[in-house]
């Protein structure tokens, strides 16, 4: 089965750096995907891991380590709209070769003035 | 990426009834999703629509309850069937555009059930 763990909630301060952590446990993995999600919208795709390190998009990174079946999200320079929930996302590959993603619970991230 | 237009945006239906959310996209995508994003909660999924056959089911959602249509490789519908109020939700359509592609998601259908 597939297993993804997150913190339900987090508080950071704006201009400041916080790091959101994802541990994951499934076979077949295929690669891990950050999205972000405000009230009442769709989530939004952030980034995404397949090898292992770090992966920069401007003001946010996403880092994997495979054999510890860990990443993380970093939000640099915190906007008070990066106020959301930060799914943590694995895709994994079924016997019969296709991909399935499966969610995480989602952070809830509060950016604070 | 690939544009992803869903309908109805949202809906309030009566109990016992049904309701068939509509995804359509703008280009040929391999995988076409369907989610459900109860309150307050993440995504769950609820089936891969195959084009020209049957859907494939996650555990706890049955074709009779969620049938799923995906006639060709830019539309699909998922019909939620006699409706209860635990069917309120949000439901997602989503595509790959190819297998190394990351999912992208329609604004979604918010369903409420009186």
């Known amino acids: 089965g597939q297993n993804i763990d997150q913190p339900t909630e987090m508080t950071a301060t704006e201009g400041a750096i916080v790091q959101i952590n994802c541990t994951y446990q499934?076979?077949?993995?295929?690669?891990l995907f950050w999205y972000q999600q405000h009230a009442g919208e769709a989530p939004t795709f952030l980034s995404y891991?397949?090898l292992d390190g770090l992966e920069e998009k401007g003001r946010f990174s996403s880092f994997l380590s495979r054999s510890k079946g860990y990443s993380y999200l970093l939000l640099k320079e915190l906007q008070m709209k990066d106020s959301a929930s930060y799914l943590c996302?694995?895709?994994?590959?079924w016997g019969g070769g296709a991909d399935g993603l499966t969610f995480g619970k989602g952070t809830h991230l509060i950016i604070q003035p | 990426s690939a544009v992803i237009s869903q309908k109805p945006s949202r809906d309030i239906c009566q109990r016992g009834t049904s309701l068939t959310i509509q995804c359509q996209v703008d280009?040929?995508?391999?995988?076409m999703f369907w989610y459900r994003q109860q309150p307050g909660q993440s995504l769950t999924l609820i089936a891969t629509?195959?084009?020209?056959?049957?859907?494939?089911?996650e555990s706890g959602f049955v074709i009779d309850k969620f049938p799923i249509s995906r006639p060709n490789l830019t539309f699909s519908t998922l019909t939620v069937s006699n409706m209860s109020p635990e069917d309120s939700s949000i439901y997602l359509c989503?595509?790959?555009?190819?297998?190394?592609?990351?999912?992208?998601f329609g604004n979604g259908t918010r369903l409420t059930v009186t």
């Open positions: 499934t076979s077949g993995f295929n690669g």
């Open positions: 280009s040929q995508v391999t995988m």
């Open positions: 629509a195959n084009q020209g056959s049957e859907a494939t089911y």
């Open positions: 891991n397949v």
């Open positions: 996302a694995v895709r994994f590959r």
């Open positions: 989503s595509v790959m555009d190819r297998e190394d592609s990351p999912l992208h």
